[in-house]
C-alpha cells in the first residue's frame, strides 16, 4: 500500500496496460497485413482509407474526429492518400472553404482485397469468447470511455 492506501498493482495487470498491448499488438498484426500485401500504407492510412469508405463525402474535420486523429496528422494522412490516388478530395458545394473526401475506384478495389485478411485478425483476439463474453466486453469498455468523457 502506497501512502495514498492505494494498493499497489504490477503494470502488467492494470487494464490501461492490457488494453495498450491489444491495441499494440492489432497494430502489428494490422502492419504485417500491409505489408505482406505491398500496400504501402501504414496502420493509420489505411484506418482513415477504411473511415473514408464507410463515411464517403465526409470532411477532414470529421474524419480527425472519427479516427481520434489530430488536425495536422490527418491533413498530412489524406495528402498522402490522395498522392496515392487512394481518395478524391472535392470542394464542398455548400462550403467552398470545406473538402468532402471519398474513395477512389482504386481505394476501394485495395478495400475489396483487404478486407477478408482484416476480418480475420480481428477475430484473434476474440477466438473462444462466448456471444455474451463479446456483449459483456463492448458494455464494459463503452463504460470505460463515457467514465473518462465525464
Not at 504501402?40 to 470529421?62: A, F, R
Not at 495528402?79 to 464542398?92: E, F, G, N
Amino acid at each position: 500500500m502506497d501512502n495514498n492506501g492505494l494498493v499497489e498493482q504490477p503494470i502488467e495487470k492494470l487494464y490501461v496496460f492490457l488494453m495498450e498491448q491489444i491495441i499494440q499488438k492489432y497494430r502489428e498484426i494490422a502492419g504485417e497485413t500491409l505489408d505482406r500485401y505491398q500496400t504501402g500504407l501504414s496502420v493509420d492510412e489505411w484506418i482513415v482509407l477504411k473511415q473514408v469508405s464507410e463515411n464517403d463525402g465526409c470532411s477532414q474535420i470529421e474524419l480527425a474526429r472519427s479516427t481520434l486523429t489530430g488536425p495536422a496528422k490527418m491533413t498530412r494522412t489524406i495528402d498522402t492518400l490522395a498522392r496515392k490516388k487512394l481518395i478524391d478530395k472535392q470542394l464542398s458545394e455548400t462550403d467552398r472553404r470545406r473538402h468532402q473526401i471519398f474513395v477512389s475506384p482504386k481505394g476501394k478495389k485495395l478495400i475489396r482485397e483487404l478486407w477478408p485478411e482484416v476480418l480475420a485478425y480481428r477475430q484473434l483476439a476474440l477466438k473462444n469468447f462466448s456471444t455474451s463474453d463479446k456483449q459483456s466486453l463492448s458494455r464494459l469498455l463503452h463504460q470505460m470511455v463515457e467514465n473518462l468523457e465525464s
